[in-house]
């Protein structure tokens, strides 16, 4: 879906090397940050790049309803609840003025 809209994606098995891109002087627009992943799960992710001082926006994206309120504690922008639902996605990157 994210081709669609012109995105070119960079993966990351886990949170380390999410953080590790970044570090590597990469920049990114959007991260759509899982929960469980291992080595460092999403939220610890999220905290660490808000503590890195970084801009980017960050959808967290997981099936754990419960994990909401750690998440945009940890400083994510937004929540979405797997299976993910593509029109609410789509909603959050017209919101971030990513698409039209």
Not at 56 to 77: C, H, M, P, Q, W
Request: no cysteine; aromatic share 10%; glycine share 8%.
């Amino acid at each position: 879906m994210l081709f669609h809209f012109g995105f070119e994606i960079t993966e990351a098995e886990d949170g380390k090397k999410a953080i590790n891109h970044f570090l590597d002087g990469n920049e990114y627009d959007l991260v759509l940050m899982d929960k469980d992943m291992p080595k460092m799960n999403g939220v610890e992710a999220t905290r660490t790049l808000r503590s890195m001082g970084i801009p980017v926006k960050i959808i967290a994206i997981t099936g754990d309803e419960n994990s909401r309120g750690a998440f945009l504690d940890a400083g994510a922008d937004e929540f979405l609840l797997k299976p993910l639902n593509f029109p609410a996605l789509t909603d959050i990157l017209k919101a971030f003025n990513f698409v039209n």
